[in-house]
């Protein structure tokens, strides 16, 4: 359902991919790990075609949709959580929200807080960055650094949205700089010197 194949990306003369190719498939979670300035943000920027390779090959079909959450997305800073992903999902024409409450609720934020997101702390805005990326039943979702700044239970709630995803038959790739146990993942990758490097 995605295929990435040969990939290269330089930012002037600095090489930072050199040949990223991996598959993934519907129902299957991958974890990209790899130290800061690897290129982990890079890889999900030219999937979400945000960025374009040097050269090199992403193909998924012409229906699925990507949610992503990568690096620090901007809010509408004096707005509330709930005002900030209604907005987001109309903008798609995918406005959902019972679900978007629901998510809110069972991630520990409450939908009808009426603080403002500049007010917000990290996990918080994690939280919203998750679930942005989650809430119109993208196909493929991308999640960089999601766990930054989540607190025990958050975690363990992350976790479970993971699994809800791969039972729904999403295709979820998250990448960060350590290995987060529990996940369910189903192929481990390390970024080293712009290439994947499986570790089974
Ligand atoms: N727009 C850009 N212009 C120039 N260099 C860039 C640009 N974006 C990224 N880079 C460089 O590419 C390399 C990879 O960056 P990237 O953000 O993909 O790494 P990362 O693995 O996500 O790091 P981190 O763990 O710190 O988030 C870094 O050396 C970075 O400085
Ligand atoms: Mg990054």
Redesign the pocket.
């Known amino acids: 359902m995605l295929e990435v194949n040969q990939l290269q990306?330089s930012?002037?003369d600095?090489i930072?991919l050199q040949d990223i190719s991996f598959s993934g498939q519907p129902g299957q979670v991958i974890h990209i790990s790899?130290?800061?300035?690897?290129?982990?943000?890079?890889?999900?920027?030219i999937i979400a075609r945000i960025?374009k390779a040097d050269s090199g090959e992403i193909h998924y079909d012409s229906e699925t949709t990507i949610g992503a959450l990568i690096?620090n997305p901007g809010y509408l800073e004096f707005e509330t959580g709930l005002t900030n992903l209604s907005f987001l999902a109309k903008l798609n024409h995918n406005e959902d929200l019972e679900k978007i409450r629901r998510l809110m609720a069972d991630f520990g934020l409450d939908p009808d807080n009426k603080r403002a997101v500049s007010k917000y702390s990290l996990g918080m805005r994690q939280k919203l960055g998750i679930i942005q990326a989650i809430m119109e039943d993208q196909n493929i979702v991308l999640l960089?650094?999601p766990t930054r700044g989540l607190d025990r239970a958050s975690l363990n709630h992350f976790v479970e949205l993971v699994q809800q995803l791969k039972d729904e038959n999403k295709l979820v790739i998250i990448?960060?700089?350590d290995f987060q146990a529990g996940m369910p993942y189903d192929k481990t990758y390390r970024?080293i010197d712009g290439v994947l490097q499986s570790e089974e």
């Open positions: 990306k930012f002037h600095e930072v790899g130290e800061n300035g690897s290129g982990k943000s890079t890889i999900f920027k960025l690096e960089d650094e990448a960060s700089h970024l």
